[in-house]
């Protein structure tokens, strides 16, 4: 995979902060040492970024003798399991091993969790996605590893696609003046979602012509009654339903007549994979 620039530059800056100019306790080990480091799942976990180690080492200019990834992104591993091996100078592998750990905790930790929400809806046509509620500097690994979970993204940015929420609305004087706003300014056939508060407001949208509608922090009896009216009014309307929605809460809307369920605590609540880096010194080392 290639990473993009942006993701290069966050290594760069994860790599001055930790490494600074050097690291001292590294002086405990022989310049010419030599080591193989193993990385390890200390629980079950997806794997997710892989390809972050070997950027990391390049980034850090890590003289690698080998580097073997057992695992490819999106694998299922269980405890135990060994899923990178490196070959390369002790005091350079430990000079980046927190870095690389606190990456891959991360991603890994993202696209298991996304696992499970994927677990729940099974084999529904439901989509779960995630949102732009991701760690500042890491929205294109936040929403890989949510893919690599079997879950989809939502939009990245706010360049690649119109979403009007409360304060957009507010804003521009009503929900048609939002909408009609827009639509005079964007090009021919790109889509338009409106988030809404209530049944008379998702109506506003469908009267307007928009085709995707988000029903924001609805209680469930709310939705049994707006869904089968909204429907009814536009049979191929897209609704997406949001609002603090949690693997537990998820288990209470599955069953909804809607397309889209979109989760924020995919990325902005997630919990670091249990994974470590372990040593071993390589035949040829002077020690």
């Known amino acids: 995979m290639l990473l993009p620039p942006g993701v290069r530059s966050l290594i760069c800056l994860a790599l001055e902060e930790d490494l600074g100019r050097g690291d001292l306790s590294a002086l405990a080990v022989p310049a010419d040492a030599s080591a193989r480091a193993k990385i390890v799942a200390?629980?079950?976990?997806?794997?997710?970024?892989?390809?972050?180690?070997?950027?990391?080492?390049?980034?850090?200019?890590?003289?690698?003798?080998?580097?073997?990834?057992?695992?490819?992104?999106?694998?299922?591993?269980?405890?135990?399991?060994?899923?990178?091996?490196?070959?390369?100078?002790?005091?350079?592998?430990?000079?980046?091993?927190?870095?690389?750990?606190?990456?891959?905790?991360?991603?890994?930790?993202?696209?298991?969790?996304?696992?499970?929400?994927?677990?729940?809806?099974?084999?529904?046509?439901?989509?779960?996605?995630?949102?732009?509620?991701?760690?500042?500097?890491?929205?294109?690994?936040?929403?890989?590893?949510?893919?690599?979970?079997?879950l989809w993204n939502h939009r990245f940015g706010l360049d690649s696609g119109i979403l009007l929420k409360e304060n957009h609305i507010r804003a521009a004087g009503g929900i048609a003046k939002a909408i009609e706003n827009v639509r005079s300014q964007v090009s021919h056939g790109v889509e338009i979602e409106v988030e809404v508060q209530s049944l008379p407001e998702a109506e506003q949208v469908i009267q307007a012509g928009v085709n995707i509608i988000l029903l924001d922090n609805f209680s469930k009896p709310d939705l049994e009654a707006a869904i089968p009216v909204l429907r009814k009014q536009k049979p191929d309307v897209v609704l997406e339903l949001s609002g603090n929605v949690t693997l537990e809460k998820l288990d209470e809307l599955i069953d909804l007549d809607v397309d889209i369920i979109s989760v924020g605590a995919l990325t902005h609540s997630v919990s670091a994979a249990d994974i470590s880096m372990l040593f071993e010194l390589s035949n040829d080392s002077p020690l």
């Open 42 to 150: 200390k629980s079950d976990l997806i794997v997710s970024g892989t390809d972050l180690i070997s950027t990391i080492l390049e980034e850090a200019r890590v003289p690698v003798d080998w580097l073997e990834i057992d695992w490819k992104d999106g694998a299922q591993v269980k405890a135990g399991t060994e899923i990178a091996n490196i070959k390369a100078n002790a005091r350079a592998i430990l000079g980046v091993e927190r870095t690389i750990l606190n990456f891959l905790q991360r991603t890994f930790g993202v696209a298991t969790q996304a696992a499970e929400f994927k677990k729940r809806i099974g084999d529904r046509k439901l989509r779960v996605v995630d949102t732009r509620k991701t760690a500042p500097g890491w929205r294109y690994l936040d929403k890989m590893a949510v893919r690599h979970g079997g």
